[in-house]
């Protein structure tokens, strides 16, 4: 696999330097501009010695550099597709579960993923950060919520703050009494890994409440060995770190990306946490894969890999209704006609018998019925 740019200064923000950089054809050009004028395009040196020029279907390239695709908004895509603004109480908080709040802070992140899920609410045009009156507005919020167990930093990504700003954010938020978990959602350490370091790391530390980072990568590639040792460097501070990743077409959606991928987070001490069905987000009909697949992956994946590596395939409601696991299931009601989830024929199950439950192989065994 040859690796054109290695070594770029800057981060790639415009079509013309993909083109110039050869990671998007000239005679794309023109479609790419539209595309950039509506949706934010940022590619990091890191990510941009990852991507190889030569294959069309490079799953690196197909999660940061933008296509004509996205210029056609599909069936159910909208602006808001998970629902956000349908559970702002304040400006920056989205509380749509009893104990947790989602805190977003910022609106730039390191790079601009093309499935991004608030493609319409970040990038250059936006505002970067809530202001320091919406900041506090927020902190008032959770100050006055003492249900709120968990903040999670979103955005954008947190960690695009200075260590200094955030130790500040950190140190006011374990103020409140209530809140003993905070969460930081990034794609930093693979996408400018050199921005964690000690002082990064001290930042995010913070006495009266624990710390946990949830990675967001969806290729084992983005795993290098400089976004390893980001991530251990939070790890060994005694930041437990969990993952998140979107199932997607061309990118993760057959098993052995998916295997690897998993694989990879366990080895470097991250629990696979979350695999996202993509969401209605605009222009990313064509990274999306239907639920059948991913449910078939999931199948997969319990099979062949350690339990270690198994995440939640789970789903964000349109609305604002939030997350739910979407299966696979293995048990079934061995008296309904057809379970819905059941793998493979198997002999009709006595007539007293209640369940049904799949093993890894998708044979079906029964469980005894309800006392
Ligand atoms: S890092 Fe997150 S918020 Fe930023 S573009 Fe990617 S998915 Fe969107």
Redesign the pocket.
């Known amino acids: 696999m040859s690796r054109i740019n290695p070594g770029l200064a800057a981060t790639l923000r415009e079509p013309a330097e993909l083109v110039g950089h050869g990671l998007a054809p000239a005679a794309a050009l023109s479609d790419l501009e539209k595309v950039a004028a509506r949706y934010a395009v940022a590619v990091t040196p890191d990510i941009a010695a990852l991507i190889d020029p030569e294959d069309p279907g490079d799953p690196i390239a197909r999660q940061f550099i933008p296509s004509a695709e996205e210029l056609v908004t599909g069936p159910g895509e909208n602006a808001d597709p998970i629902g956000d603004h349908a559970h702002s109480p304040v400006s920056g908080i989205v509380h749509r579960y009893p104990d947790r709040v989602l805190f977003k802070l910022v609106h730039v992140?390191a790079?601009?993923?093309r499935f991004?899920?608030?493609?319409e609410m970040?990038g250059p045009g936006k505002a970067t950060a809530l202001s320091q009156a919406a900041y506090q507005g927020a902190l008032d919020y959770i100050r006055a919520h003492p249900e709120v167990w968990e903040v999670i930093l979103t955005?954008?990504?947190p960690l695009m703050l200075s260590p200094r700003r955030l130790a500040e954010i950190m140190a006011d938020l374990a103020a409140i009494d209530h809140v003993r978990i905070i969460r930081i959602h990034t794609?930093v350490p693979v996408a400018d890994p050199a921005r964690i370091g000690a002082e990064m790391v001290a930042a995010l530390k913070v006495v009266g409440a624990t710390t946990w980072v949830a990675l967001?990568a969806n290729h084992v590639r983005e795993l290098t060995d400089k976004a390893r040792a980001a991530c251990a460097q939070l790890v060994d501070a005694g930041i437990p770190m969990v993952s998140q990743s979107v199932l997607l077409r061309g990118v993760n959606d057959n098993a052995a990306a998916l295997e690897a991928l998993m694989r990879a987070f366990v080895e470097c001490r991250i629990k696979p946490y979350y695999l996202h069905h993509g969401d209605l987000a605009p222009g990313t009909a064509h990274l999306r894969t239907t639920l059948e697949r991913g449910q078939e992956l999931m199948r997969g994946l319990r099979g062949r890999v350690s339990g270690l590596c198994q995440p939640d395939y789970v789903l964000d409601i349109p609305g604002g209704h939030g997350k739910s696991p979407v299966g696979p299931s293995y048990l079934s009601d061995a008296s309904s006609a057809s379970p819905a989830n059941s793998f493979s024929e198997a002999r009709e199950p006595a007539a007293e018998t209640r369940y049904r439950i799949a093993d890894y192989c998708g044979d079906l065994h029964l469980y005894p019925p309800k006392p």
């Open positions: 992140c790079v601009y993923c991004c899920f608030r493609r970040v955005g954008g990504d794609r967001h």
